[in-house]
């Protein structure tokens, strides 16, 4: 509950524990409907924790997700900053959201995604490769899993490779949350500038090449359907979802492996529970904890609670992966537990269209990592392995390993 019973509580929320969510979550899950939380600006946000309520709001079109609409609650100035920025589909409502959202789905298609399957095992071969001919130690966010993620997201776009750690560092920054607003903002204006010339320098030969982005050009750009900027916006948010996400998920997954040993000699025993450790793992983490922010467009009733048109709704997905009622035992990482119907992909309209690839790289790495390097271990004590702390991606700063 309230550290101070006559005031609202603030939000965000610090962790007691790096690796789970806060245990105020929890607290407000036994009572029922929203807690009126207070933002850093001052102003009150409801915030929902409970699995069937966070659903419920993020299935229900009358919130808007549209950063621009008044009352729509603010996490920080740096957050601030970012939203600011010219909105991909992420931050649309419907009709616009769908418009562009579709002009994507072929492409991350269960069968389209599996079909990359062997591309991405032969980079994660590869990289593992090289990995293990430097010798340990290593850190493995570093050398291992950004390396893999971008090479798979820049394959598809077909982004030149030296450009990766540019990309990666620009990414990096621009979800940093405790800094200035001038970070994100550059980082972001640097990376549209890029996307920008490459986009302009693709156009000229779209029609002989097999990439996602032109084939964007060539289906919706030349029709006139999406414009070269809306086209800029679109692969920016690709580029931004599709790597420092999964490689962060990764991390935290080696994370809960090494401090359960039982659960990795279980997998290890029985390949067939990947897939399902794989789930668990982004029910445990649910790494991507701020997204869920929401403005009533008109008078809604929730759990009970009646939110008026303008006020401010947050629907912490992060809270339903662990309400209890829906995942029995929730702090636990328990790879035979059957979590598939977490959130940590979101719910409703704007659930990550980016999942089977995620799912694809993630079971690509945890059916090999084990099995190439069975010694791995942490490089240094365990309690010294840091969280992200208040990032708008929860992950490791590094995951230092040994074998
Ligand atoms: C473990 C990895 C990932 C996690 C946990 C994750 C999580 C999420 C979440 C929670 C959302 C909803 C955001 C919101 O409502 O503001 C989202 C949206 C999205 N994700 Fe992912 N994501 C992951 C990987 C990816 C990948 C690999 C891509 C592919 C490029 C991707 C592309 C997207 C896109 C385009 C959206 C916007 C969807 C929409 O608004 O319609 N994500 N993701």
Not at 305 to 317: D, N, S, T, W, Y
Request: with cysteine.
């Amino acid at each position: 509950m309230s550290a101070c019973p006559f005031s609202e509580p603030s939000f965000p929320m610090a962790r007691q524990c790096p690796f789970l969510p806060p245990q105020e979550y929890r607290d407000y899950q036994q009572q029922p409907g929203p807690v009126k939380v207070r933002m850093w600006d001052g102003r009150h946000a409801w915030l929902f924790t409970r699995y069937d309520d966070v659903r419920a709001v993020l299935g229900d079109n009358r919130f808007s997700g549209n950063p621009a609409e008044p009352g729509f609650p603010s996490l920080s100035e740096a957050r601030n900053a970012v939203l600011d920025l010219p909105p991909a589909f992420i931050r649309m409502d419907p009709p616009q959201h769908g418009h562009f959202r579709r002009m994507l789905t072929k492409e991350f298609m269960i069968k389209k995604v599996s079909a990359m399957r062997p591309m991405i095992e032969s980079i994660f071969d590869r990289l593992l490769d090289d990995l293990l001919r430097k010798g340990p130690p290593a850190n493995l966010v570093e050398d291992l899993f950004l390396p893999l993620t971008s090479e798979v997201i820049a394959w598809l776009l077909d982004v030149p490779r030296k450009d990766h750690g540019f990309f990666q560092e620009q990414s990096r920054l621009k979800v940093l949350l405790d800094v200035g607003p001038e970070v994100p903002k550059a980082a972001s204006e640097r990376i549209l500038g890029y996307l920008d010339t490459l986009i302009t320098e693709r156009s000229k030969d779209a029609e002989t090449r097999e990439d996602l982005l032109s084939r964007l050009i060539v289906e919706q750009v030349r029709p006139g359907h999406l414009s070269h900027r809306e086209l800029v916006i679109m692969a920016e948010l690709l580029l931004m979802a599709g790597h420092e996400t999964t490689a962060n998920q990764m991390a935290l997954g080696v994370y809960s492996f090494l401090t359960n040993p039982d659960q990795l000699a279980l997998l290890r025993s029985d390949p067939t529970l990947l897939r399902g450790a794989v789930e668990e793992m982004l029910r445990l983490h649910t790494i991507v904890h701020y997204n869920a922010f929401r403005v009533a467009m008109e008078d809604v009733e929730v759990a009970g609670q009646l939110i008026r048109k303008g006020e401010g709704v947050i629907a912490l997905i992060a809270g339903a992966n662990h309400d209890a009622t829906a995942f029995p035992n929730p702090e636990k990482f328990d790879i035979t537990r059957k979590a598939e119907h977490h959130v940590a992909f979101s719910y409703g309209i704007h659930q990550c269209l980016g999942q089977p690839l995620a799912r694809v790289e993630l079971q690509v790495v945890f059916g090999k990592l084990f099995e190439r390097i069975p010694t791995l271990r942490f490089a240094v004590p365990q309690d010294q392995i840091e969280g992200k702390g208040d990032h708008f991606v929860q992950g490791l700063q590094t995951l230092p390993v040994t074998w």
